[in-house]
Structures are given as structure tokens and as C-alpha cells.
């Protein structure tokens, strides 16, 4: 079934309103046409059996039936990730991975080692960039719901959450516990949040403030990883303990 996003103010009653990029997809890629069957979904968790109705080079139409829960069981703990702002596209890989694997949201993490500067203009095409690639890869996967991705923190912000009682588990190749056990040890608790550095790692200042803050190191392995790799890793142990995988 093909699946497509609409979110909620363009939903009224038995209705959705497309535009110009959705009737494309529609109709140009996919080769549909008015009468044809597809899925929507709102990103908020709801999911509609729709019908097109109307396809033009601005928009067009869909008929919908009454909304259902389409969310899988959400599993505790949820999973916030901070990863450390790599260098190109690859946030972007990792917001697509993140989400497929089944992520509550995603916070890029500015530090010192970031070697990207999103300031101004660059800061908020690249944030939109990366709420689409979620929304994609939501869509692709089967996710009734879209994963928050927030607007880029820094070490600060992240330190004042795990002060604030949020569990933070931060990556680091020195010898700490493992992550499968920390996560074991917090599986009653409603959200936890894992930390992945830049390339390069996390300078020691910011080790500091994050375990002063309350957060703890924690490890995936013997093998140094890439910055996006220990990611995806990372959400791969989260989502198999928390029974999303497996």
C-alpha cells in the first residue's frame, strides 16, 4: 500500500488537502490516479485508509475514512538521541536510521569538536532538512507517528535534562559499563537519553559537565567507531532491549 504524510491541519473531516509535491509524488512518480487506494498518515500516530479524488500540478485531493490509532506499542524506556553534530550529510543518515529503528526524537548536539557552525540561514534549512528526512523515513518504515527533531543544543542544555532527573547515558571508548546494561538497569523508567560525540569524541571539559550533571559513561564495544556509526549502534541496543527489535 503506498503511504503517504499529511499532517493535521491539512486533514478536516473526511478530507485531506495535498500540495503540489504530494500530488507529484503521486501522481508523476508513482503513476496513481484519481480513484486510486492509498495510506495516510498524520505523524501524530493516526492512520486513514484515503482514496485520491483530484491530482493537478498544485495539489489535490484525498477522501479519507475515520482515523485509527496506527502506532505500534511504544515500549519503555523511549529513546531521546544527542548525537554529536558530525561533519556533511551524515546527521542526516543517522536521523534516517534513528527513526526506523524507532526513536522518540533527536537532538543534534553542538560541541566542541563539531566541525560544522550552523548559524542563521544554514541552521534553519538544515533543521528543516532533517525534520524531512524523519518524515521519509517514518513513512517508509510503517511509523504512523514523526520523531521530534529539535532544534541543535548544546552541552549545557544536555547536562541541565540529566540534572533535571532525565537518565543519560554518554559513548565513550575508555573502559566503562556496557549499554546494554545500563539500559537494563532503567527499564522501568518512562525516557532515557544516549549521547554519541562529533568526530573526535567528546572533549574532557565536556565529559565533565555531563557527568556532573548526573550522566553516566557508558560503552558499545572494544572497536573505536565512526561518529555515525556508534549512532545507529547505539539506537540498535536501545531498540533491542526495549523490545523493538529481536
Known sequence: MVRLFVPPPRIDGGQATLVAEDAAYLGKVLRLSPGDAVEVFDGAGGVYDGRITALSPTGGELSLLSRREGGAVRRRPVLELWPGLPKGEKLEWIVQKAVELGVAGVVPLLCDRSVPRLDGAR????????????????????????????????????????????????????????????????????????????????????????????????????????????????????????????
Request: hydrophobic fraction near 50%; aromatic fraction near 4%; include cysteine.
Open 123 to 246: 541552521r534553519v534549512s538544515r533543521l528543516a532538512r532533517w525534520r524531512k528526512v524523519a518524515a521519509e523515513a517514518a513513512r517508509q518504515c510503517g511509523r504512523a507517528d514523526i520523531p521530534a527533531i529539535a532544534d541543535p543544543a548544546d552541552i549545557a542544555a544536555l547536562a541541565e535534562r540529566a540534572r533535571a532527573g532525565l537518565p543519560v547515558a554518554i559513548l565513550h571508548v575508555a573502559p566503562a559499563p556496557g549499554l546494554a546494561t545500563w539500559l537494563a538497569g532503567r527499564s522501568s523508567v518512562e525516557r532515557v537519553a544516549i549521547a554519541t560525540g562529533p568526530e573526535g569524541g567528546f572533549a574532557p571539559e565536556e565529559l565533565a559537565t555531563l557527568q556532573k550533571g548526573g550522566a553516566s559513561l557508558c560503552s558499545i564495544g572494544r572497536r573505536t567507531l565512526r561518529a555515525e556509526t556508534a549512532a545507529v549502534t547505539a539506537c540498535a541496543i536501545w531498540a533491542l532491549a526495549a523490545g523493538e527489535l529481536g
